[in-house]
């Protein structure tokens, strides 16, 4: 194998883990607390507050979807990952490396921005800054799937540290500032972590990524562990998307929508990979994707009265679109735009979360009493305070800019974040040996067994 | 490889996936609406109803339990079938798209009979709702057990639309019109669904099928794949059989019931595996299986006071006849019968099916006053309205009656739809080509890798 | 092959499982019986309690985290131990067998112990009882680490019996006599489960095990299995120390505490492994097992007001100990201490959790009104009725004298189980058998396939 670069990781890897990790702590200390509801406190605040059981404590409405969520996040994107022959390891590993430096500084990032109480400087958290910590993760994630295979864990740490960032700012603009709707996260997630992946792939693009080819495939059983990724992201998408919604019907409608979206973007996937290949075979790069097009596309208009058959439309369309997109705008993006894509998140997330943003401005801007009730269209769109009076025609055009918003931190950051990762200090492999978990794991069985034990190839290709 | 029938479905899937979603939204469309309680006048609701919290919305009952139900529809059927050394993609891929459009006909079948609303003559759905669309499509996954890498993708569409309706009639006649108690579907679900699946199988037979018994048994890594699907079907399984229970004692008490079930059928199972082999050595078949036979067997009297040992007593039974069902049942139906039952549905779900509607039926007979406290037995058996007359006695006939209106449906049902399935027209591969992922998947590594690289067998070889 | 001793099962194995199902079932009929939340008497102590609403019931506060529980048991033990190139059908097989009967086992144990209705002898179970059975349980899947693959599936019930035994004595002493806390029991269940299996494997040294050495270790995809168990008791661990917590508050804050100690010991884990070796390279082995040191050692102190820097530090420092303890222990352990421990449960459980000891202990002492509020403290340490007088550092002494206790019956059990199990009548592998699942399951392909199809290895190879 050839090393034409230095991927050596044995400096920097642990002086960014162990010099980050001790800046969380110390900012932890200074800045981070339980909040009224998982402080022992709790019990003179229900008294003073007259709650009347505990149950009311936020925890019993969300833990169950954070749970969910939680899930989607370490096993959901990081077995769907899993699907290339040589780079599970990488895919799962440095998956769960950043998830976990990622949630703590998005506790830290989107407290400053969000939940700074203004008496004491302090962050109050709960369980549901711990979802909006996944949430905000799950956007470096889906940046990751861009370069899977071809950027060292520093780079994944640098990409995620500014990725964090972008989006506590982009998320405060889009929810705080436009006051826009986005509980699963179509456009402040999907859509905004998709451009920012892509643009950084584009800076880092690599001319002679081919020498790599031969490991940029799958094997039959790395297909099959992408696929436990794949259901874990579709079974759990209703409760991303309602994790955040109001309580009561807000996160049961949010659910209602979100699981027949799927479903119907679960058909078209099928329909249209089955029709683009020869004698109808199915593709698995198209089941393991395109059939969580319409989670992603649900995620701004759940909490909205999008109706049940509105939900099976938006699956409907963004199904196709994804499934055409790995057909080919992927080729055609890596050929022509010279972004290589390893996993496609243009066609998962990109395009279909682009598509949930217009979704919800449309679906707002068609709100109306005589549908919600009076009571309901404020509760849904949060016409309070400052906004009280703001229509619904002008809350879609705040989704509309909400949308160029993500689109836009998406790409400048993106530009930014890939020039610094650009520097050639990061341990990054070559051309030739991409998509190579022999880079920056220890792989068991190859070079040790092999010498160590002659015949030990022959024995474990009978058991496999 | 021969190709002796025509398996080119690039014409009959695509046009199914299209025309029958399209379907499912004119239809969604006409029918489905959000109910009560994920509509935002639920705070209207709310309010006339004098509801004091949102958490009395029947999300927070149930919406745990769902998810887990979620997950055994498409981790834990689907896993459970990639055993097969080569049709993984078919396994958990197939069981993916026919569960993605049966929750959706479910959802309108089941509304039809259930849940329409008099006054607009629509579907209003909640979370229940949901819940009881992936009971519905259980059903149909069962079945597609027995047919499991012998039918192509299309003909399981027409299983499962068929399917679908047929449960929803018998389901209304047993639940509705005989008022028979059956909270996890031992009857309902697993036996019809298994004779249902079984008949089908018997009228397909495949007099030729040793042509592809190569294909027709796991490797070490598809049992492992496969025991993922176990375990999240038995983990979860307290949920499934608790998901519809009353609220309060019904679904705690279903929990209890099913978790002690599943445990002792566990211990019975890895006995009869052991004892029936040279050695004691245990055959993985039985565990990914039989293991689960208790959960089947309590789906009916998990609701009931039937005691925990008397819960004990049933999965010490269940794993028996279960293991002994793969040991025994599954060659003779094969060589006699002419049933060729790829994953042993008639041992999982038929026989403990059956057996759970036997037990459900003893068990409400012999409840009394004494056990279940006056205002337990009647919220136990619904006793109220046109059955407030009803004593236990002949609720223990109705439950009888039901589990004979469970395995009449699957029998003829299968018959009707087996002679279907039968047409030449559907694209099922030949006797020699079963089995196998190469007819209806695009499989990697095989055909495209070996040509493009010589060496590159020999390479995942090492590395596997 | 060599088969040296005598590993036939055939009469013991059915033997203990029918024998014990059977004492089960009737120990269950004597003396287990519905709790008053279960039983359909729960509605009439509605009315005398006056309890409003049927959400009150323990089940809708402790369902979610029961399942959550139950997964990390059956799917994340049993996964994690899949690891081994031909042992996962053992890791996972026999972990679901000991688990399905060690709860039951535990019901019977803990309820004598903790929950005997002293009106009628009788034990009133419910949720909170089956998250105590799986809790229960986990100490002994524990110890089953340190002898994965060197046992016989009899002796590991026959260690899951007495371990079962061992832990209710020592819980009832700890929790109830010496009154300390441990809702994640890093002592109860993390420090005794370790002390019991490494004590048990060191009478059961194996001077020639390096003749099974080819088999002790890990394949490409074998690893990605386990990864499966990793994650899912990563992502589920703040289920696992919030399950019995207090409802309210206490629960939130084991789940906040647990997720942040979780995030930090990834990164210092992937610190030290990339350290530790050339060029960088991560070893799976660290990322598999330290990572989930910080939820082992938040076990103690999870409930209490550590606050979210000091959870940090908490899972920053359990990560360095517990990947040190790979690199450096182990090997120490095995050739000086003669303890071969398969898992390296001295790192994951024995060490975090004697660290999650002696910070429940400190956090205890140094806990303050002012901090935790007045009622605040005597709810968080349940300071009523016999130790309503007790101080804080009076308290962080007997959390410390309850750390010793664990050790104790781990060493002093382990001792006596192993003598048992020493005896030559188990069905126990050769040292030249070990980590091989011929020994004790028909693995399919190997003997089977290859007289059957002289050219199925070949297919199997170009299609794997």
Redesign the interface.
Known sequence: LKMAKN????????AV??V???A???L??VF???DE????????H?RKKNI??????D???R???F??V??MI??GF??LM?FL??Y??GG??FN??IA??G??WALLMQGWFHHLDENDWKIK???EN?INADFCVASCLIAYGACLGKVS?VQLMVLTLFGVTLFAVEEYIILELLHAKDAGGSMVIHTFGAYYGLTISWVLYRPLLSQSR?LQ?????S???A??GT??L???W??FNSAIAD???G???A??NT??A???S???T???S??S????????VH?QNA?LAGGVAMGTASEF?I???GS??VG?CSGIVSTFGYLFLTPFMEKTLKIQDTCGIHNLHAMPGVIGGIVGAITAASASES???Q???I??FDFKDAVANRTVNIQGGYQAAGLFVAIAFGLVGGALVGGILKLPIW?DPADANCFDDD????????HK??S??GL??F??????
């Open positions: 991927t050596n990781i044995r400096i920097s890897l642990p883990c162990f980050w990790q001790i969380m702590i110390i932890f200390g981070i607390r339980y509801e998982s402080d022992t406190h709790w019990i003179e229900r009347s059981t505990n149950l009311e404590n925890f019993y409405y833990y169950p979807s749970q969910d939680h899930v370490f096993v990081g077995f899993t022959k040589r599970s390891f799962v590993g769960f490396l976990a430096f949630i703590q958290i709960g369980v711990l864990p031969h495939g799958s094997v039959y059983h297909d099959v562990f696929m436990i259901l874990f579709w079974m759990y209703p409760s309580h009561g019907d996160q049961h409608r659910v209602i699981y027949l799927l479903a119907s679960v058909l078209t099928f329909a249209i089955s029709i290949q020869n004698n109808g075979k199915l593709d698995m089941i059939t009265m109706t049940p058959y099976l439309i409907f549908v919600y009730g009571e309901g269209l509760n849904t341990g880079v920056y794991w220890e792989v068991c069985c190859f067994n092999k160590e034990h030990f190839p024995f474990i290709f009978l058991h496999q």
